[in-house]
């Protein structure tokens, strides 16, 4: 039996942390209770922008169990602003406070906090709360925040474009000069939000002794989250820990640091006793954070057989009305991939992200999602443009696997990636020829389907070279810790949370790989700042490359010394030939393994509690730290095709069939993989079909409720058919690439690109989403 025999990675087990949730015993935020908590909840603003004049707490606070009503002004003192002005060349720097003081931005803005022994005295006291405001002009879309004359979202700046970056490569003018045909494809995206099952809130204690806050919050991200906590509060690091519950649900929406959570921890401190907040669904809706609402354009020069020369790319994003993000750094990712899978090096950007008063944007699981639908609804519009087969035009632009490693216009590099061959599985798993023949049969029947073809790269993993190239601040290293008791037990840890990915089940695997024990035998602590090393969190794909990527190297670092105490246990000079399996010592004798009965909890015992049998110069112990930075990007790629039918008397969208060809490299965990796949997809699906947050021109909300907002249900996301093409990576510890946001690429992209191939007899180009009955209906009316 070789060492390959002996991997664990990949194999089916069950995932861990479901045990504890199907019983009904996960700990989430609600099942922490402290005796003496009060609950706090919040006066908004009912205006999309307003000065406000004056705000009178008097009748609240003598309301039975009122404990204290603030303002920003009375928390200004005890906290500073954030600030967010990373030095990025046309990025306008920008502060946040507490609370408004003089004039809020959106309508939901936070503008006073009564705290009581209840929520719902709470709640009924905000109610009484009265709050004068001077309505102001609001800018509730892109267009209209740079209008000249156009109200400033941000007084502090000279205009609402916050946000403005230029980029050229190659002779793009000469290309255009030389070209067959100019193809112009427009895309726009709808606003969205996360809409996660467990909406935000948190728990914040104050010990007055210690001078020290425990914060209790679904955070993904624990440890920048404390850093940025205790800045604002004017605390230092180690006067504050964070401690993450299980989240039910996050998808980039608990990153931030939200001003709720700020003044709860401000108020926990001012009044010496444990404060709590759960945000409702509509407060959610309107002001947790929102997400897309994308206006592209590309224009591609081409030759006559479809050959893209150059490409230029024009982006507008509406950022809501403040930045807990820099502004560039959602569609900057966009313009940075863009070209993904193609072969093309001439290339320019534009990209304009302008203030609203709407809610703030982040990131949302899969910011880059209209990436691949900008991509391939652009050669698709090509193909239209010149009377040739889409298929035909992608494989003649498709980047080959002779080409890898191939450099794109920005700079990035791709390898290790397969987009050729997952197109190519996919066109031959739907039979793309038949289905061309069914289709054509069918439209003689007033049948009208389509079908849909995505291929997705994938940005996963983005280290620390990757920001500092795009102009973004942060680091993408990952830390871990992994330690042996004296009885053998395996603990690590590593600065990730997870809301739902599955990490106890995949995150296991890597330290058993790298140790040589049972996943089983590993118990993972996470989301605990004093227990867990610095990390930077869970967002993207890196999950998987960088936690388990740092947790291998973990696992092999302890590994190597176990065997070096295990060599001088069995008088041998080197360790060269023993491994360990399962927790087992084994050696190899005449081309098999064999037991030598030593055991992980033999080696423990002898490294703490009889140290002087450790070889000479041995610390006494089994625990190692690591610190590991991925490479500048890691990508992974998949193929998406989608096969629909489309009601033209009604609008209406069945999905016949939905085929995902994923190579997400080496897999940790198929079951985790296979559920991050199917998740991906179907928000990807709801964001294509249901899914946008609408305003009006004076900047009112007109989706708070999941009776305007809408998500699909079980009854509308199809069955998943998955091919796996998964080749492994060549520069990262485990082989992995990442993956968990492709699939909603690859279905924003897909879904639309089917409703456009059905209703192609009509001279229709669908150029926005979420494409709905109602819009369907509007096109064919245009064109009839």
């Not at 709590?276 to 206006?295: I, K, P, T, Y």
């Amino acid at each position: 039996m070789t060492a390959q025999d002996s991997s664990v990675l990949g194999r089916p087990l069950r995932r861990k942390e479901d045990r504890p949730l199907l019983l009904g015993q996960g700990r989430y935020l609600d099942d922490i209770t402290l005796p003496g908590t009060l609950h706090a909840c919040f006066v908004r603003s009912p205006h999309a922008h307003a000065r406000l004049l004056r705000i009178d707490g008097d009748t609240a606070r003598i309301m039975p169990g009122v404990e204290t009503v603030v303002t920003g002004a009375d928390l200004a003192s005890e906290t500073t602003p954030i600030r967010m002005a990373p030095p990025i060349e046309g990025l306008k720097p920008t502060e946040i406070v507490i609370l408004p003081v003089d004039r809020v931005r959106f309508q939901g803005d936070p503008v006073a906090c009564v705290v009581a022994t209840d929520r719902y005295l709470a709640e009924d006291a905000c109610e009484t709360v009265q709050v004068d405001y001077e309505p102001l002009l609001a800018v509730a879309d892109f267009d209209a925040a740079l209008a000249p004359g156009a109200a400033l979202v941000d007084e502090t700046l000279d205009s609402n474009l916050v946000s403005h970056q230029t980029y050229a490569a190659g002779n793009v003018e000469r290309r255009f000069a030389e070209a067959h045909s100019i193809v112009e494809a427009q895309f726009r995206q709808g606003r969205q939000t996360h809409a996660p099952i467990e909406t935000r809130g948190c728990l914040a204690v104050w010990d007055e002794g210690r001078q020290h806050l425990t914060m209790h919050v679904g955070t993904q991200v624990p440890h920048p989250y404390r850093t940025q906590l205790a800045a604002r509060l004017g605390l230092s690091e180690s006067q504050v820990t964070v401690i993450s519950p299980d989240i039910g649900g996050a998808f980039g929406q608990k990153i931030a640091l939200y001003r709720e959570e700020w003044a709860v921890a401000a108020l926990a401190r001012r009044l010496r006793r444990p404060v709590r907040w759960r945000e409702d669904r509509v407060e959610n809706l309107m002001a947790a954070s929102h997400a897309r609402e994308d206006w592209v354009r590309t224009r591609a020069a081409v030759d006559r057989n479809g050959r893209i020369l150059a490409l230029t790319l024009d982006i507008r994003e509406d950022f809501g009305a403040y930045c807990f993000f820099p502004a560039n750094y959602l569609a900057r990712v966009v313009a940075m991939i863009l070209t993904g899978p193609y072969r093309i090096q001439d290339y320019n950007f534009d990209v304009r992200v302008a203030l609203t008063n709407k809610c703030g944007n982040g990131p949302m699981r899969a910011p880059m999602a209209i990436t691949s639908w900008v991509m391939e609804g652009t050669m698709d519009a090509v193909a239209d443009a010149l009377g040739l087969d889409p298929v035909d035009v992608r494989r003649l632009n498709m980047i080959r696997p002779e080409d890898l490693p191939y450099t794109m216009p920005t700079g990035q590099v791709l390898e290790d990636v397969t987009p050729r061959e997952t197109m190519e599985l996919a066109l031959k798993a739907v039979d793309y020829e038949g289905f061309r023949q069914r289709q054509a049969e069918d439209r003689g029947k007033g049948i009208h389907r389509g079908l849909g073809l995505c291929v997705v790269v994938e940005s996963t993993t983005y280290g620390s070279a990757f920001y500092k190239s795009a102009g973004i601040p942060g680091s993408g290293h990952e830390t871990a810790w992994v330690k042996i008791e004296p009885s053998g037990a395996v603990n690590a840890s590593v600065g990730l949370m997870a809301s739902g990915q599955g990490y106890e089940t995949s995150l296991s695997l890597a330290v058993a790989e790298g140790l040589g024990v049972r996943p089983d035998d590993v118990d993972l602590k996470l989301g605990h700042t004093d227990v867990a090393p610095y990390g930077m969190g869970s967002r993207g794909g890196r999950g998987g490359t960088a936690g388990g990527g740092v947790l291998l190297l973990a696992g092999r670092d302890l590994q190597a010394k176990i065997l070096a105490i295990a060599a001088g246990l069995l008088d041998l000079n080197a360790a060269g030939e023993l491994r360990m399996r399962e927790g087992v010592i084994e050696r190899h004798l005449g081309g098999n393994w064999v037991a030598t009965g030593l055991t992980l909890a033999d080696i423990a015992r002898t490294a703490y509690l009889d140290p002087l049998r450790l070889p000479p110069g041995m610390e006494p112990g089994l625990e190692t730290h690591r610190a590991y930075d991925p490479p500048p990007m890691t990508y992974s790629n998949s193929t998406h095709a989608c096969e629909v039918q489309v009601d033209i008397e009604t609008g209406r969208v069945v999905i016949d069939r939905y085929l995902i060809v994923e190579d997400c490299g080496t897999v940790l965990s198929p079951v985790v993989v296979e559920g991050q796949q199917h998740g991906a997809t179907a928000m990807g699906i709801g964001g294509a079909l249901y899914e946008e947050v609408i305003y009006d021109a004076a900047g009112q909300n007109l989706s708070g409720s999941f009776a305007d907002y809408l998500l699909p249900t079980a009854c509308e996301i199809p069955s998943f058919e998955i091919i796996s093409h998964h080749t492994p990576n060549r520069r990262t510890p485990t082989g992995t690439k990442g993956m968990a946001e492709g699939g909603v690429m690859g279905a924003t992209g897909a879904v639309p690109l089917a409703i456009a191939d059905a209703l192609r007899p009509f001279g229709i180009r669908v150029e926005r989403q979420p494409v709905t009955p109602m819009m369907i209906r509007s096109l064919l009316r245009e064109r009839s």
